[in-house]
Nanobody
Framework: QVQLVESGGGLVQAGGSLTLSCAAS????????MGWYRQVPGKQRELVAT???????NYADFVKGRFTVSRVNANNTVYLRMNTLKPEDTAVYYC??????????WGQGTQVTVSS
């Protein structure tokens, strides 16, 4: 079992950048896939980006070229660097972890608001 705590959300103007962090309560080296999802009120939660233990990354089409996901096993943290933010990126962003098929664990979420 692992607890995930996100931070780094906030208010930013369109075109700006933010970096989200996700701190895990235990060693993430054994976690197969870590990633980020987001949710807007009234809509389904959607995948943003994932990173595997082997270093493979995957991105939703709507963030390709703008967002970068990375994991630092040494400090049990996953990051989401978000550049060129758009108002439609406004959402609650959740960190996730999956030891096998998942995600199995979710953080509490961090709000990102992009003003136009």
């Amino acid at each position: 079992q692992v607890q995930l705590v996100e931070s780094g959300g906030g208010l930013v103007q369109a075109g700006g950048s933010l970096t989200l962090s996700c701190a895990a309560s235990r060693n993430i080296f054994t976690i197969k896939t870590m990633g980020w999802y987001r949710q807007v009120p009234g809509k389904q939660r959607e995948l943003v980006a994932t990173t595997t233990r082997g270093g493979t990354t995957n991105y939703a089409d709507f963030v390709k070229g703008r967002f970068t996901v990375s994991r630092v096993n040494a400090n049990n943290t996953v990051y989401l660097r978000m550049n060129t933010l758009k108002p439609e990126d406004t959402a609650v962003y959740y960190c996730t972890a999956a030891y096998m098929i998942g995600p199995n664990y979710w953080g509490q979420g961090t709000q990102v608001t992009v003003s136009s």
